[in-house]
């Protein structure tokens, strides 16, 4: 089981970005898939979780300008990321939810992490 993010990058506040999670080694459309992030000196917190069982769940913070998809049949994942702030700089990383549900934000729910995606927000 592997899972890869990319597309992280630095924007001006109120930017785009759109990061993808590659994943291989399982059967996308049976799991539920996180997108989680950590600031230096914070601890990692959930943004967004997608389900085929269920609508995208967003933590408040991101509510309204972050949207995640899936490409099944590609075996990938998105977060587009719109009017960033400063406040969203962090390292991004996407996770497996051994289950098909999005059950919350507790990291150690989910099994398989990526290896992160530096995304920074200048002010």
């Known amino acids: 089981v592997q899972l890869q993010a990319s597309g992280g990058g630095l924007v001006q506040n109120g930017g785009s970005l759109k990061l993808s999670c590659k994943t291989r080694?399982?059967?996308?459309?049976?799991?539920?898939i996180g997108w989680f992030r950590q600031a230096p000196g914070k601890e990692r917190e959930g943004v967004a979780c997608?389900?085929?069982?269920?609508?995208?769940a967003y933590v408040d913070s991101v509510k309204g300008r972050f949207t995640s998809s899936r490409d099944n049949a590609k075996n990938m994942v998105y977060l587009q990321m719109n009017d960033l702030k400063p406040e969203d700089t962090a390292v991004y990383y996407c996770a497996r939810d051994p289950t098909e549900y999005c059950r919350g934000w507790n990291p150690t729910d989910f099994d398989f992490w990526g290896q992160g995606t530096q995304v920074t927000v200048s002010s």
């Open positions: 997608i389900s085929r069982r269920h609508g995208p």
């Open positions: 080694g399982f059967i996308l459309d049976w799991y539920a």
